[in-house]
């Protein structure tokens, strides 16, 4: 189990066993109900290249390393998804999760996304889960301008504009990623103990 | 304008134009972390 | 021997004495981690030796029987050398994704054609039979079981 920075994933080459970069990652997609990450879409490789049309499902990962995201051979990419095909997916658009704000359930804003962190099975067969987001800090968490890693419930709800996170997080904000797989399951313990 | 003037407009024309295409397709490849609306399907492994 | 020193070896026609050619690279199968065919230059005719072709490889010289055994690359050793080209300065990624080093240099059996090592540029040694795939990009290598 390894815990990355989605910043470190996008525009990470996707290479074949055969040694051919097919793509590189553009963005990493994940569902809101579970954090679960369901796959990434693809941008070319070269000065010229631009976004591509396929897409690569979580299942067609055979591993995601510190240099390189392997795949098998090209077969495992997809057509896009048609989930995918209106919200633009260029950083910024509506459904990017970067630059948006991080909401309690009593409305306070603990800061906007910075960057998320993922949970990755290291074979890369298995999972690979989102379970925290850095945040630039508002006054709300209490160090105000910092980045601060917020551990993520198993189930959340998520859309573009607003991350809700159970005010009990405020209580298991980490402040480097060592640590926080820790924290992560930590928090998550405590709210498995505190469901009525 | 005399004939060399008219080639350094060109030259300068087209290097601003690769200039350009080189910053719009960097940015068209920069992603982000997006929300795909449904689950994935967990069990299934090539 | 390793790549660095037996590139540049002559080829020579045993049946007349004659240098046939130079050997400029080599061409490998992934799955078997050998050297398939020799890259050869200046000769009169073609540009690759198959390996079942040689009759010895020795630590001056590789020795043919006939100069006819210098012929055009076909379809299957294009695609062996097409992208691959140069697996020497390559950078080795494991199947996990982690890249290793880039190769230093490569050591064969001269008897079989057989890889045995690669050496990296500051990292350790990585055994032949590990070796997944050759391509543009990377040379691909099976990753070693995590420790504890």
């Known amino acids: ?47 010229f290249a631009g976004p591509l049309k396929e897409f ?14 392997m795949v098998r051979d090209e077969s ?15 950083a910024g658009s509506a459904g990017d999760v970067l630059g948006s704000q991080v909401l309690t359930e009593e409305g306070i ?88 | 304008m005399d004939w060399w003037g008219w080639l350094i407009l060109v030259v300068v024309l087209l290097v601003v134009l690769v200039a350009a295409v080189l910053v719009i397709q960097a940015r068209r490849r920069r992603g982000g972390v997006i929300i795909g609306s449904k689950s994935p399907d967990r069990g299934e492994r090539r | 021997m390793m790549f660095s020193a037996a590139k540049g070896h002559k080829v020579v026609d045993t049946s007349s004495a004659d240098t046939v050619g130079t050997v400029s690279g080599f061409l490998v199968e992934p799955s078997t981690h050998s050297i398939v065919a020799l ?27 006939r100069a006819g055994v210098v012929t055009d690359t076909d379809a299957e050793l294009e695609a062996l050398g097409d992208r691959a080209r140069e697996l020497v300065k390559k950078r080795v990624l494991t199947s996990s994704g982690d890249e290793l080093g880039t190769v230093k240099d490569i050591d064969f059996d001269t008897e079989t054609g057989a890889l045995t090592t690669f050496l990296l540029d500051g990292a350790p040694d990585v055994s032949a039979d590990r070796l997944i795939g050759v391509g543009s990009y990377a040379v691909v290598v099976r990753a070693e079981p995590h420790g504890s």
């Open chain 1, 56 to 69: 690569l499902p979580w299942a067609g990962v055979s591993a995601l390393g510190a240099d390189a995201v």
């Open chain 1, 76 to 90: 495992v990419l997809a057509s896009a998804p048609s989930i995918l095909e209106g919200s633009g997916g260029s």
């Open chain 1, 1 to 47: 189990m390894r815990l990355m920075r989605t910043s470190e994933i996008t525009q990470r080459a996707v290479v074949t066993m055969a040694g051919e970069d097919i793509a590189q990652i553009k963005d990493v997609v994940y569902a809101a109900d579970g954090g679960s990450v369901s796959g990434f879409t693809l941008a070319g490789r070269g000065l």
């Open chain 1, 109 to 196: 804003g603990l800061g906007t996304v910075h960057d998320v962190v993922v949970s990755v099975d290291v074979t890369g067969g298995e999972y690979c889960d989102v379970v925290g987001y850095e945040v630039e800090a508002s006054e709300g968490l209490g160090t105000q301008g910092q980045m601060v890693l917020i551990p993520l419930p198993d189930t959340m709800a998520a859309s573009g504009e607003h991350l809700m996170v159970p005010s009990s997080v405020k209580d298991f904000v980490g402040h480097d990623l060592a640590g926080f797989g820790a924290a992560v399951d930590r928090f998550r313990a405590h709210l498995e103990d505190s469901r009525p």
């Open chain 3, 39 to 65: 890259r050869v230059k200046k000769t009169e005719t073609g540009e690759v030796i198959r390996w079942r072709d040689i009759t010895a490889f020795g630590s001056e010289a590789v020795t043919v029987p």
